[in-house]
């Protein structure tokens, strides 16, 4: 079974400073996607970036990029210029691809609190 | 405007109760999901419905009950439910192609039950 952990229950950064949220993971699997998803406080969670463990090349969707890690299962978030709209709950999610339908693993989540 | 809507938004029961959560998406996917969020816990996949057939059913205690009329409908029939129960339901929706899941999960905002 696949596990994800993020050791950082909270955070707090300044508005506009650069931030980094931690991942690892567990699993056997040499091909895999992983996620990380935004939940803000009206709690409708979306997803942020999207990785896929075949590409070398980090993910970036504008001020989000990831570090990606694969011999470390590590998968990290960076978030460059923070704004206070990005203060949610981050969850990190593991999914092994061919399966039917999405099942992500997730992990507990890292509260993330931009500070004006 | 959510694509994916969840009512009602905060529920009240005893454990002798029946009730259910309805979920429905607007987006024209065809997969939906239960999770099930818990305070400082990861989120748990409880069901899973592919082109309307179930798929998962992680060791869900019969309690729950889903059904999925077709493919923009869900709902979790709840009946005689215990203390713990008490989470933030999510549903979900995806688009799924033949080869597997995408992992893009859209969300609703999801449904505060509290049971006493």
């Known amino acids: 079974a696949q596990t994800v952990t993020q050791s950082q229950p909270e955070m707090s950064v300044q508005e506009a400073e650069t931030v980094t949220l931690s991942c690892t993971y567990d699993?056997?699997?040499?091909?895999?996607?992983l996620f990380w998803y935004k939940q803000p406080p009206s709690r409708q969670m979306i997803l942020v970036i999207r990785?896929?463990?075949?590409?070398?090349q980090n993910a970036t969707e504008n001020r989000f990029s990831v570090n990606f890690q694969k011999a470390a299962k590590s998968f990290s978030l960076k978030i460059s210029d923070s704004q206070l709209g990005d203060t949610a709950m981050y969850f990190c999610?593991?999914?092994?691809?061919?399966?039917?339908?999405?099942?992500?693993?997730f992990g507990e989540g890292t509260q993330l609190t931009v500070n004006p | 405007e959510t694509g994916v809507t969840q009512t009602p938004r905060h529920l009240v029961m005893g454990m002798t109760n029946k009730k259910s959560l309805k979920c429905e998406q607007h987006?024209?996917?065809?997969?939906m999901y239960w999770y099930k969020q818990s305070a400082k816990k990861p989120l748990e996949l409880m069901f899973v419905y592919n082109f309307k057939e179930q798929t998962e059913n992680n060791s869900v205690p019969s309690r729950f009950s889903p059904e999925c009329p077709n493919s923009s409908h869900l709902f979790l029939h709840l009946h005689t439910l215990q203390p713990e129960d008490s989470a933030l339901y999510l549903c979900?929706?995806?688009?799924?192609?033949?080869?597997?899941?995408?992992?893009?999960?859209?969300f609703g905002e999801g449904s505060r039950l509290t049971v006493l």
């Open positions: 699993t056997s699997e040499n091909n895999y996607y």
């Open positions: 979900a929706s995806s688009q799924e192609r033949t080869g597997g899941g995408t992992g893009e999960l859209f």
């Open positions: 990785q896929e463990a075949y590409k070398q």
């Open positions: 987006l024209g996917h065809n997969a």
């Open positions: 999610a593991f999914m092994k691809p061919k399966t039917s339908g999405s099942r992500l693993t």
